[in-house]
């Protein structure tokens, strides 16, 4: 099946109910229906006001599909409720899974960590990854990229500790 193509469509922040999501970005139906796959959410990359791609994820809520907007997402690009804004989003055919090149090279150089990354599910791999992604040094995401192989030859990550 061929993938959708990227999309754009005009905005604004919907607040939500809830203790963790504060607001929302409702994607138009006409857009989310060339994504939507039989249930659940969609791995996008997402670009608000044409700056850099992120991905995420085209969540169904209600009779919507949505996008979650964190706090971050909202301060850095300055968004306020009820003023529109441009969103262009488009397929992520990695999943969300594309491996920074520091996290890469870590892996690269050590078989057993790759092999135990490779293992998680796609859901903690994100995080992980997010983790990695969100330093703002280079050198930062290497020291971060180092601490997760060492977490997960040690078996130290709160995931792991969960299953003994």
């Known amino acids: 099946m061929p993938h959708p193509a990227p999309a754009a469509f005009t905005a604004s922040l919907s607040p939500?109910?809830?203790?963790?999501?504060?607001?929302?970005?409702?994607?138009?139906?006409?857009?989310?229906?060339m994504y939507r796959k039989d249930k659940g959410a969609v791995r996008i990359l997402c670009s608000v006001e044409g700056m850099e791609e992120f991905p995420c994820a085209l969540n169904p809520?209600?009779?919507d599909y949505v996008i979650m907007a964190s706090k971050q997402l909202?301060?850095?690009?300055?968004?306020?409720?009820?003023?529109p804004f441009k969103v262009s989003i488009r397929p992520d055919l990695n999943d969300g899974l594309?491996?920074?090149?520091?996290?890469?090279?870590?892996?690269?150089?050590?078989?057993?960590?790759?092999?135990?990354?490779?293992?998680?599910?796609?859901?903690?791999?994100?995080?992980?990854?997010?983790?990695?992604?969100?330093?703002?040094?280079?050198?930062?995401?290497?020291k971060r990229s180092f601490q997760i192989a060492e977490k997960l030859k040690t078996g130290q990550l709160h995931v792991q500790k969960k299953q003994e």
């Open 16 to 33: 939500a109910e809830g203790p963790m999501i504060h607001h929302l970005i409702i994607v138009p139906e006409e857009v989310s229906a």
């Open 61 to 63: 809520r209600g009779e």
């Open 98 to 142: 594309e491996l920074p090149e520091e996290f890469l090279e870590v892996l690269n150089q050590d078989g057993h960590a790759n092999q135990l990354f490779e293992a998680l599910l796609p859901g903690l791999k994100r995080s992980l990854l997010y983790y990695i992604r969100s330093a703002k040094s280079t050198d930062t995401r290497i």
């Open 74 to 83: 909202i301060r850095k690009h300055h968004l306020k409720e009820g003023i």
